[in-house]
């Protein structure tokens, strides 16, 4: 049974700082591994997303990579700013596109001015 | 990218009552619908998987009788809480996935918060 964990559970780091997010998986049999935001009574909002034969994606200031060997991956954020304040949750897909999506427990950054 | 909507985006209930959420694929045609809920401060927990014209597989755990699915067609999907309580008051968020090929992905709805009172 695939399960995925975010440590650490909470993270709060001043303005201006470069942190990473870290996520692992049980089961390297994985087709992609995603990273979503989602603030306070919202919905989700895709920031990355790898597929099991790349290494890592960049979206401007955000960094994913994937270790599917290890079953880790790595969120990067550079110079964080107060509007990347949210919960950012890693999720693994199985089989395909149409497979499940298992969602790890979320890291809830925090970034102060 | 392809866009999935919900509604309600809210709805507030009476104590069993029954309540129906909508989840539409607007711009593509969704082989597999999921339905997500997610309790306070949580992470998405999967319900149910649901196929185009056939019966949704549930999540253990999950009561198949409380939580009807019905997936008509290939850009709906709805989910009905039945003889809701308390307890199901929560958020939850559908995604529609498609098997187009590779680097598919799901997407996600906005959500639907539940308040049962």
């Known amino acids: 049974k695939q399960e995925v964990t975010q440590i650490p559970a909470a993270l709060s780091v001043p303005e201006g700082e470069n942190l990473v997010l870290n996520c692992s998986f049980t089961?390297?049999?994985?087709?992609?591994l995603q990273w979503f935001r989602q603030d306070p009574g919202k919905g989700l909002t895709s920031l990355l997303l790898i597929q099991s034969s790349q290494r890592e994606q960049t979206s401007g200031r955000l960094n994913a990579s994937l270790d599917k060997s290890s079953g880790r991956s790595t969120l990067y954020i550079a110079a964080s700013q107060p509007g990347d304040s949210a919960t950012y949750l890693c999720a693994v897909t199985r089989y395909s596109s149409a497979s499940k999506i298992i969602f790890g427990s979320g890291t809830r950054l925090s970034i102060r001015p | 990218g392809a866009v999935v909507s919900q509604h309600p985006s809210r709805v507030i209930c009476k104590s069993g009552t029954s309540v129906k959420i909508e989840c539409r694929s607007l711009d593509f045609q969704a082989t597999t619908m999921f339905w997500y809920r997610q309790f306070p401060k949580q992470s998405l927990m999967l319900m149910a998987t649901s196929n185009e014209g056939s019966k949704a597989t549930y999540e253990q755990g999950v009561e198949k009788d409380k939580f009807l699915i019905n997936h008509a067609s290939l850009t709906l999907s709805t989910l009905t809480v039945t003889s809701a309580h308390p307890e199901d008051s929560s958020f939850y968020i559908c995604?529609?996935?498609?098997?187009?090929?590779?680097?598919?992905?799901?997407?996600f709805g906005p959500g639907t918060r539940l308040l049962v009172l």
């Open positions: 995604s529609a996935g498609t098997l187009a090929g590779v680097g598919g992905t799901q997407y």
């Open positions: 089961d390297s049999a994985i087709y992609n």
